[in-house]
Every structure is written in structure tokens, then in C-alpha cells.
């Protein structure tokens, strides 16, 4: 039977409203400063439990973790994370993980990697990233709370917002291509002088 136009209605605007109870709670609950990660070194399975509890908000469904120890090995593998000493992961990994577990969804692997190689302490980063990721989180929470008000549409109000997170991709992966770019040029450069000589 179809759904009347009243119940279309109400189904779209409740998405709104679970989509922007859902972005006004996740607001209020920034991730931990760098000084309230765990002090002691964790294992592999306690990592991947704090880091579930700690995103559980970002988590799509069971049928997709945001993280497993094989994720985790292979970030390891790949160079994205630090190696673990002994077997055990301290703040350095954790934030790491944690900053790799929310950029995956919208960037590749090389480009967090890219990310990661400049400059800045862990600590640096994943401080930067915590104000970063939580002021979006309270601006998109702002944003569906108005559109729920002005009785906006949910598909397009999602297609909106897809948009947008598609533009603000291409152009952090514009920047990190232009990042690594530089600096490959020196080794480049340092390669031709060799070669010259």
C-alpha cells in the first residue's frame, strides 16, 4: 500500500530529527584531549575496544567496524602507525588509530600517511584534528537543526551535505597531493645531481 503524503512527511522529518539529535550529541561529546587518552600502554585487543567505545557514535553498523586488530596490523604494516613496543600501544598509537579511524571514510591511506609525515608531534596533530572534527560536528548539528525547523526535505538535505563533504574532499585531497609533491621534489632533485655527477 503507498504511504500518504502525511507519512512521507513524517518519516523525512524524523530522519532530520534523529540525524540532528544524533550531531548535537556526538557535539557535546568531543573526543579526549591527549592527556585523557589512557597513561598506560594497552594491547591490541584493549586498543580495539577503547577505540570502538570511544567512536561508537561513527560506527555504521556491526556489519562494518570502523576498526579490528587485522586493520590495525595493517596500518602498522603500511607505515601509517607506529609500531607498537612490546606488543603494546601508547598514546602516540591511539590517537593515531583514532584520527585514522574517521579520516578512512573520506581519505586514502597514502593521504593520511601524507598527513601524518610533516612537521608536527602526535600530539600536535591529534589536537588539531579533536578542534577540527568537533567543531564540524556542532556546526552540522546547527545545520540539520535548521533544516528540521524549515521543513527541508531529508533526501536532499543528505544529498546537500554529501555535496559538500565531497567538495571539502577533493579539496584536502588537492592540498595533500600538492604536500607530497613537495616532498618528493627534493629526493627527486638529490637524484638527478647523483646522476649528473
Not at 603500511?78 to 591511539?94: F, H
Not at 554529501?162 to 621534489?185: D, M, P, Y
Request: net charge neutral; charged share 30%; glycine share 6%.
Amino acid at each position: 500500500m503507498a504511504q500518504s503524503c502525511r507519512e512521507r512527511s513524517y518519516i523525512m522529518q524524523n530522519a532530520l530529527k534523529n540525524a540532528a539529535d544524533w550531531a548535537e550529541e556526538a557535539g557535546r561529546q568531543p573526543l579526549p584531549e591527549w592527556d585523557s587518552l589512557p597513561g598506560i600502554p594497552l594491547y591490541m585487543d584493549q586498543v580495539v575496544l577503547y577505540l570502538t567505545d570511544l567512536l561508537a557514535a561513527f560506527q555504521r553498523g556491526e556489519s562494518s567496524p570502523l576498526l579490528t586488530s587485522s586493520m590495525v596490523n595493517n596500518y602498522v604494516k603500511n607505515g601509517a602507525v607506529l609500531r607498537p613496543e612490546k606488543k603494546k600501544y601508547d598514546r602516540r598509537q591511539l590517537s593515531a588509530l583514532a584520527v585514522l579511524c574517521m579520516l578512512k571514510q573520506v581519505l586514502s591511506l597514502q593521504d593520511i600517511k601524507t598527513l601524518f609525515a610533516g612537521d608536527a608531534s602526535q600530539e600536535e596533530l591529534y589536537g588539531l584534528f579533536r578542534e577540527a572534527h568537533h567543531a564540524a560536528m556542532k556546526e552540522a548539528g546547527r545545520e540539520l537543526a535548521q533544516s528540521m525547523g524549515e521543513g527541508r526535505d531529508s533526501r536532499q538535505e543528505a544529498l546537500r551535505l554529501a555535496a559538500e563533504a565531497n567538495a571539502k574532499r577533493a579539496a584536502a585531497q588537492r592540498i595533500l597531493l600538492e604536500l607530497e609533491k613537495e616532498a618528493s621534489a627534493p629526493k627527486e632533485k638529490a637524484g638527478l645531481e647523483e646522476g649528473r655527477q
